[in-house]
């Protein structure tokens, strides 16, 4: 039975793997849940999974849990999230923390050969050649849960005798695909995603492209590839998950249904596959799989991620860092939907590039550009 350690417990990638484990009381065992500041919820998941480590943000919170499982062990605060990421009573962790709050947990996890199942497109964003790094030195897995990029894996299964032409990494294109961008799209209008649900930080990311631009510096880092090698390709049914083209012409295609349990439960028993419920698809009813190609100029912050790409390393960190920092002003309703784009691209142009060796000097520059965006949204 593996034991299972979910960083991120309460949000929807969360919810979806402990229904994978639920499914699969023989197979998995939970023994570690991070919330952030959902207290009910997790409260519920600790009653259903009976893990033996908890951490939530807040003390009182915190304090809270102890007087109602006084046998569990209950971290909070910066401390107690360095503490219970560095504990290694687990044999998978699923690092779907949101943000780059999600970076020092997994290099924690992954500096002592854990296997990770990682969720969180920013800690490869922000931190990429480090963690890769890390992950050899230490003999660590890394696995994603990505479905993009799990689609990808799955198709690179038997194939490392075989070099990769051309990662098709496909979108979905979100809710605006056909419509003009313009400051008159609402925050309601842009969580509307038609074909996923997701948390609403990376709904605005895909509504923009920019979750895009995420998995391109991702699939860079996982599967060792020029940006030149990936190409993206929007695909408004979700069927393909994405593609591998070889060097002989030949592309290897993963096709699924829309759900996150099945490459959720892909990387909780790699290699192996599991049963599900979930329907599956039906070829002679989907009768046609339609491909287009993005629009760069308008769907400007794919063109910045690519950008940030050439610049380098410390590009990347201001790209994730500036965008979340917009992204979180246009869902509270401070900037208008235009400007997230155009006050990530005035952070990208003032930036000088510089090295990150270490969690820290990543963390740092992640912070400083942090406070330029904010100020920058003030006036």
Known sequence: MKKIAIFGSTGSIGESTLNVIKENPDLFEVV??????????????IQEFEPKN??????????????????????????????ISQLTDFDIGVSALVGVAGLQPTYNMIKNGKTVALA?????????????????ENKATLLTVDSEHSAIMQCLQGEKQNKIDKILLTA??????????????????ALNHPTWKMGPKVTIDSSTMM?????????????????????????RK??????????????????????????????????NRLVNNIEKIDLFKIAKLEFEKPDLEKF???KLAFEAIEKGHSHQVVLNAANEVLVDAF????????????????MLDSHEAMELNTVEEILALDYKIKEETRKIIEG
């Open 54 to 83: 908890v951490y939530i943000t807040a003390e009182k919170n915190a304090n809270k849990i102890k007087e109602l499982y006084p046998n569990l062990h209950v971290y909070h605060g910066e401390e107690g999230m360095e503490e």
């Open 300 to 302: 400007q912050c794919l």
């Open 238 to 271: 979700s069927i393909v998950h994405s593609m591998v083209q070889f060097q002989d012409g030949t592309i290897m295609a993963n096709l699924g249904p829309k759900s996150m349990q099945i490459p959720i439960a892909y990387a909780l028993n790699y290699p």
């Open 32 to 45: 570690t849940l991070v919330a952030g500041k959902n207290i009910q919820k997790l409260i519920e998941q």
């Open 331 to 346: 869902l509270n309703k401070k900037i208008t939907y235009t400007q997230i784009p155009k006050g990530i691209k005035k």
């Open 120 to 136: 969180n497109k920013e800690v490869l964003v922000a931190g990429g050649k480090l963690i890769m790094d890390t992950a050899k």
């Open 172 to 189: 979905s294109g979100g809710p605006f695909f056909d419509e003009e961008i313009t400051d008159a799209i609402t925050v309601e209008q």
């Open 211 to 235: 979750n895009k631009g995420f998995e391109v510096i991702e699939a860079k880092w996982l599967f060792d590839v020029n940006p030149s090698q990936i190409q993206v390709v929007v695909h």
